[in-house]
């Protein structure tokens, strides 16, 4: 069953300071070639945003090899994954667990050594650093190409803006395939957005405290996943108790540090271990569910003052059947920034 709670953050929102904010650009690494990789198949890397308010990630260029597979003029997708924040590629390869699909694009396949654009679905990224793998994908019926790519030396692995830093990294046959090639640097441009439009997406893990239903779900809603100035923004919750009972939104400004501690903190300091927190409690509001999935409503004015702020949030689920001390279950941090 499902029920809906509401919130307004204005106070939070009024003792906030936002820092300047630029548009649309990108981080481009090379386009040497010399190396390729026959789809599918996944090349990886480190990304870093640098930035205190975060990027929303809006699209890709890639360097195409178009003598393995379909010549110029073919069409393929790209699908990427990115780790929890504080992840790395390094070590996860082939280990489909710690990935999670956040955004896909098609393309068509331009001359080696030129870009080749993908326009790809919007996502959001916090401070921090993520692994970030690109999966190469030919579609049904189409011929699709093969992707170009330059083996690493050491001198030529890592590119940066002041906004976000690629530290590079591996490829592999198949996606998160036991056979990985590496160094091996991705041939492209990442390109994002630093300024005010909004965005929301899922990061990290939750923990279920003991609870036997598993870990409880925090996602942006399908009808109103942003939270868009002068809107209402929904997040919703699944994988809750059955037994209706009380839930702990909390609001953090910051993926960074909470206090004197770096996040992401395990909370065995306060009965909760094995849990993470990936926000300091900056706001936290107490909402009540009916069991089994709940749609949190947040507002935000219409002010553009407003524009651009970096929020997280994470929910605690007070849970009978929790076996910790605190009688809790947490949902996954969900990030994002509120815009036009």
């Not at 790209?78 to 590629?89: K, N, R, S, V």
């Not at 609870?211 to 100035?229: D, E």
């Amino acid at each position: 069953m499902r029920i809906t709670s509401t919130s307004c953050l204005v106070g939070l929102c009024l003792s906030l300071s936002l820092s300047s904010l630029s548009a649309q650009t990108g981080v481009t690494t090379l386009y040497a070639g010399g190396n390729s990789l026959n789809s599918p198949g996944s090349v990886m890397f480190d990304a870093t945003v640098l930035n205190p308010d975060g990027l929303v990630v809006t699209s890709f260029d890639i360097n195409c090899e178009n003598t393995r597979n379909g010549p110029i003029g073919s069409v393929f997708q790209i699908d990427i994954y990115i780790t929890a924040l504080g992840g790395t590629y390094v070590g996860n390869e082939g280990n489909p667990a710690v990935w999670t699909k956040v955004a896909e694009g098609t393309g068509v396949s331009g001359a080696i050594s030129t870009p080749t654009p993908v326009d790809t679905s919007d996502f959001f990224l916090p401070q921090g650093r993520f692994g970030m793998a690109i999966n190469f994908v030919i579609p049904t019926g189409a011929l699709g190409t093969a992707f170009a790519y330059t083996n690493g030396t050491g001198l030529n692995q890592s590119y940066a803006d002041a906004n976000l830093q690629l530290d590079l990294g591996s490829s592999g046959s198949g996606i998160f395939s036991p056979t990985v090639y590496t160094p091996r640097v991705f041939n492209g441009t990442v390109y994002y957005e630093a300024g005010t439009n909004a965005a929301y997406g899922p990061y990290g893990t939750g923990c279920d405290g003991g609870a036997p239903q598993g870990v409880p779900v925090l996602r942006p809603s399908v009808a109103n996943p942003r939270p868009v100035l002068g809107a209402i923004w929904e997040q919703d919750l699944t994988n809750l108790s059955a037994t209706p009972g009380l839930g702990i939104m909390v609001f953090g400004l910051s993926t960074q540090t909470w206090g004197p501690w770096q996040l992401p903190l395990d909370l065995g300091m306060f009965g909760m271990p094995g849990c993470l927190t990936y926000l300091p409690p900056d706001a936290s509001v107490f909402f009540v569910h009916l069991g089994g999935s709940h749609t949190y409503l947040t507002g935000f004015p219409n002010n553009q003052a407003f524009a651009g702020l970096a929020l997280g949030t994470q929910a605690v689920m007070l849970d009978a059947a929790a076996t910790n001390a605190v009688g809790a279950t947490v949902t996954n941090l969900c990030a994002g920034r509120v815009g036009n």
